[in-house]
């Protein structure tokens, strides 16, 4: 199975735009998706397919996915989306969770 | 509004079996669209996926846990439920039920999740 490396954290500013990074051999070849973790909560899904967004998932929650790299995006990043970000694909026999991106807004 | 609720021991002595049972309300467990899922997430770490089940039984391990896991589904319950042999701390974690969307065959999300329950394993 492949790796998911994310990066362990970002920080962005109230308004501007936080963009979370996943890397795997070939990840563009699967479907990838984000989870949400709030602390003391369960994981939300945010973005399925690589980048289609689940009912009631804000508009400024997007993703792409190509190469070697899935990208999530926030647009107009807001206080709330202070959280773990985990990114997530299925290599034909274990589904792989990255090891997770602490999203800062500050 | 479908939610699932998982149950189970808190605490697990080590080298014992870790049972946990994951119930299904609102909805049913017995549908084509869903595969229903463990996942745990060790405290402060991430997530780490243990297995899938089908309700007709069909199962999906991950291979680095395949040799002590077992996922069975309880359809007349509206269940399915864990079993994690030979236990240690390293398998001390939030264990997390899950549904998974049966859309395409090579897409594997989680869009539904229980509240998780933490079990310790300690003597």
């Known amino acids: 199975s492949f790796d998911l490396t994310q990066p362990p954290s970002v920080s962005v500013s109230p308004g501007q735009t936080a963009t979370i990074t996943c890397s795997g051999d070939k990840l563009g070849n699967q479907y990838s998706c984000w989870y949400q973790q709030k602390p003391g909560q369960s994981p939300v899904l945010v973005i399925y397919?690589?980048?289609k967004r689940p009912s009631g998932i804000p508009e400024r929650f997007s993703g792409s996915n190509s190469g070697n790299t899935a990208t999530l995006t926030i647009s107009g990043t807001q206080a709330v989306d202070e959280a773990d970000y985990y990114c997530q694909a299925w290599d034909y026999t274990t589904v792989v969770f990255g090891g997770g991106t602490r999203l800062t807004v500050l | 509004q479908l939610q699932l609720q998982e149950s189970g021991p808190g605490l697990v002595k080590p080298s014992e079996t870790l049972s946990l049972t994951c119930t299904v309300s609102?909805?049913?467990?017995?549908?084509?669209?869903?595969?229903w899922g463990w996942i745990r997430q060790p405290p402060g770490k991430g997530l780490e996926w243990i297995g899938s089940i089908y309700y007709s039984g069909t199962t999906y391990y991950n291979p680095s846990l395949k040799s002590r896991v077992t996922i069975s589904v309880h359809t007349s319950k509206k269940q399915f439920s864990l079993k994690l042999s030979s236990v240690n701390a390293a398998d001390t974690a939030i264990y997390y039920c899950?549904?998974?969307?049966?859309?395409?065959?090579?897409?594997?999300?989680?869009?539904?999740w229980g509240r998780g329950t933490l079990v310790t394993v300690s003597s």
């Open positions: 899950a549904r998974r969307q049966l859309q395409l065959a090579n897409d594997w999300n989680f869009d539904l």
């Open positions: 609102g909805g049913s467990i017995s549908t084509t669209d869903y595969y």
């Open positions: 397919q690589d980048s």
